[in-house]
């Protein structure tokens, strides 16, 4: 019913010829280019794509696999091709993920004093140290109610925003990691908080006033204040390789690392 009202079909109703070949275009790869890495023929892509030939569930994994198509798509692509689907979506709390989530656990509480949490594919925060409950000091609390956002935390008028020095920077920075990862994943939810925050006002000056100067770093850092001090932190985030499971894939470890001695100081006196 929400797809007839929005003037779009299911993806199962398209069938996998056009979805893989939306695929295709969005990487700029030609029929003949991926018929070489799939060990096929650009005739049989096109047969493919255009509903002429029914690919096998082989040749659907195949060919995902070269357009580096994300695992949740995979099984978008198998049920539109007619097959079931082959990776599992497991609750972060099931018994069978009990060993990552204590890995993971156990990695950012390792990260301490510098801030470090874990988010889903639409930036949802799942665990967080104490270096992140201390970012999070003063903002809003229906904010901070479950479920929390890690975007919406930073980029909103009540949350990290008014505090982030470089905001303007830190906030395109942000967008565009965002529009990367709507292109790559097809995902609505994410193209829908990614409409929410951008629609966010900004202010034309720093929090204290002063115009934003150009940041000497040596990557883009997030230049925070907290309780009177300049706090700078590099953001790195990792992913799972080769994931087998739909919530594994779309997990994400992000830790901000200090970014000058300073930082470094600050925090390890503030959690002693």
Same mark, same amino acid.
């Given at each position: 019913?929400?797809?007839?009202?929005? $003037?779009?079909?299911?993806?199962?109703?398209?069938?996998?010829?056009?979805?893989?070949?939306? #695929?295709?275009? %969005?990487? %700029?790869?030609?029929?003949?280019?991926?018929?070489?890495?799939?060990?096929?023929?650009?005739?049989?892509?096109?047969?493919?794509?255009?509903?002429?030939?029914?690919?096998?569930?082989?040749?659907?994994?195949?060919?995902?696999?070269?357009?580096?198509?994300?695992?949740?798509?995979?099984?978008?692509?198998?049920?539109?091709?007619?097959?079931?689907?082959?990776?599992?979506?497991?609750?972060?709390?099931?018994?069978?993920?009990?060993?990552?989530?204590?890995?993971?656990?156990?990695?950012?509480?390792?990260?301490?004093?510098?801030?470090?949490?874990?988010?889903?594919? /639409?930036?949802?925060?799942?665990?967080?140290? %104490?270096?992140?409950?201390?970012?999070?000091? $003063?903002?809003?609390?229906?904010?901070?109610?479950?479920?929390?956002?890690?975007?919406?935390?930073?980029?909103?008028?009540?949350?990290?925003?008014?505090?982030?020095?470089?905001?303007?920077? #830190?906030? $395109?920075?942000?967008?565009?990691?965002?529009?990367?990862?709507? &292109?790559?994943?097809?995902?609505?939810?994410?193209?829908?908080?990614?409409?929410?925050? &951008? &629609?966010?006002?900004?202010?034309?000056?720093?929090?204290?006033?002063?115009?934003?100067?150009?940041?000497?770093?040596?990557?883009?850092?997030?230049?925070?204040?907290?309780?009177?001090?300049?706090?700078?932190?590099?953001?790195?985030?990792?992913?799972?390789?080769?994931?087998?499971?739909?919530?594994?894939?779309?997990?994400?470890?992000?830790?901000?690392?200090?970014?000058?001695?300073? /930082?470094?100081?600050?925090?390890?006196?503030?959690?002693?």
């Amino acid at each position: 019913m929400t797809a007839l009202m929005s $003037g779009t079909a299911p993806a199962t109703d398209r069938g996998v010829g056009p979805l893989l070949r939306a #695929w295709r275009e %969005r990487r %700029r790869v030609s029929q003949l280019e991926l018929a070489l890495r799939a060990d096929s023929s650009a005739r049989h892509i096109s047969f493919v794509e255009t509903g002429r030939s029914r690919p096998s569930e082989e040749m659907v994994l195949r060919l995902a696999e070269h357009l580096d198509v994300p695992v949740r798509e995979r099984n978008a692509l198998l049920l539109a091709a007619g097959y079931a689907p082959r990776y599992p979506e497991t609750p972060l709390d099931d018994p069978a993920l009990g060993a990552l989530r204590e890995g993971m656990e156990r990695l950012i509480r390792g990260h301490e004093p510098y801030p470090a949490l874990v988010v889903d594919g /639409t930036y949802r925060v799942l665990a967080a140290n %104490r270096g992140i409950t201390m970012l999070l000091e $003063g903002v809003a609390e229906h904010l901070l109610a479950p479920p929390l956002n890690a975007i919406r935390l930073t980029l909103h008028p009540q949350g990290l925003a008014p505090r982030i020095r470089n905001l303007r920077e #830190w906030r $395109g920075h942000l967008l565009e990691q965002m529009g990367r990862q709507i &292109a790559l994943h097809r995902s609505q939810p994410l193209r829908e908080l990614y409409d929410e925050v &951008a &629609a966010y006002p900004v202010p034309e000056t720093a929090p204290d006033g002063e115009p934003e100067e150009p940041v000497p770093y040596f990557a883009l850092p997030m230049q925070i204040e907290h309780r009177g001090h300049v706090l700078s932190f590099i953001s790195s985030i990792s992913t799972f390789n080769t994931p087998m499971d739909v919530t594994v894939a779309e997990l994400a470890i992000e830790t901000l690392l200090p970014a000058d001695p300073a /930082t470094v100081e600050y925090l390890h006196t503030l959690m002693s």
